[in-house]
């Protein structure tokens, strides 16, 4: 279902009829808080994954 959003939420774009400057502002808006989760989410991984260094017993269980 998620990945059926960014369909939904244009559609709705579409049925408003808004000027294109408007619609491409919220189709702007929309790209911006994707990027923005997408950052946090890559952001905390690494904090969480640089905090421990890698040894050859922690490697051994990555893989």
Do not use: N, R
């Not at 559609?11 to 790209?31: C, E, M, S, V």
């Amino acid at each position: 279902m998620y990945a059926g959003f960014p369909a939904i939420y244009t559609a709705i774009l579409t049925q408003q009829d808004l000027h294109p400057i408007t619609y491409h502002a919220y189709l702007g808006l929309y790209i911006l808080g994707y990027l923005t989760d997408d950052a946090l989410m890559v952001g905390a991984s690494v904090i969480a994954l640089s905090s421990h260094k890698l040894t050859m017993q922690t490697g051994a269980y990555s893989s």
